[in-house]
């Protein structure tokens, strides 16, 4: 039983194909005079983002024989061999760096969100751990004790996790430093 991501998934790739084909017909019949092939990069470049490099690649490798069998049926006329092969070249390595760049776009973003939730989680854990903490982080006196020396510390930077964790006088100082 197929999960629901790879289910996700099998319904993206079905849905880029389908594009894939009905783009090729349409090509067809509108004749090999008018060009689609930006059109051909819309399926890749949702492969690309949704599925990730090698379905992307697999799709581009569709999106060439789409477009070159299109081509051929409505009648589009090489003198030689070598323009054809040239072309299809030419459209595949277009497929393949759009899909290439997305991909890596995409992976990219992933990760930095990826990121972005760890240091959150981290910064909460800190919070909690600040809160447990029996003493000062700035003065190292214990917290509940009223302390007439904290101004003596110099005030660094504290991150703001800590700011449950700090006595009564360095909390006053640190409002005063803001
Ligand atoms: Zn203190």
Same mark, same amino acid.
């Given at each position: ?46 492969? /690309?983002? +949704? !599925?990730?490099?090698? $379905?992307?690649? @697999?799709?581009?490798?569709?999106? &060439?024989?789409?477009? #070159?069998? =299109? ?58 751990? /600040?809160? +447990? !903490?029996?003493?000062? $982080?700035?003065? @190292?006196?214990?917290?509940?004790? &009223?302390?007439?020396? #904290?101004? =003596? ?26």
């Amino acid at each position: 039983m197929p999960t629901k991501t790879r289910r996700h998934k099998i319904l993206i790739c079905l849905a880029c194909l389908a594009m894939l084909a009905m783009l090729g017909w349409v090509d067809y019949i509108t004749g090999y005079e008018l060009g689609f092939f930006v059109f051909y990069s819309a399926p890749v470049g949702i492969a /690309a983002w +949704q !599925l990730g490099r090698w $379905p992307a690649v @697999g799709m581009s490798l569709v999106a &060439s024989f789409a477009w #070159a069998l =299109a081509d051929s049926y409505s009648g589009a006329k090489y003198s030689t061999r070598f323009a054809l092969y040239w072309n299809n070249s030419i459209h595949f390595a277009s497929f393949i760096i759009n899909a290439v760049a997305i991909a890596r776009i995409k992976a990219e973003l992933d990760r930095r969100h990826q990121l972005a939730a760890e240091l959150e989680a981290l910064r909460q854990t800190l919070r909690v751990v /600040a809160k +447990q !903490l029996p003493t000062c $982080p700035r003065c @190292g006196h214990l917290r509940d004790q &009223s302390d007439s020396t #904290a101004s =003596a510390v110099p005030v660094s930077p504290l991150p703001p996790e800590l700011a449950e964790a700090l006595c009564a006088s360095c909390r006053l100082l640190e409002l005063q430093a803001k």
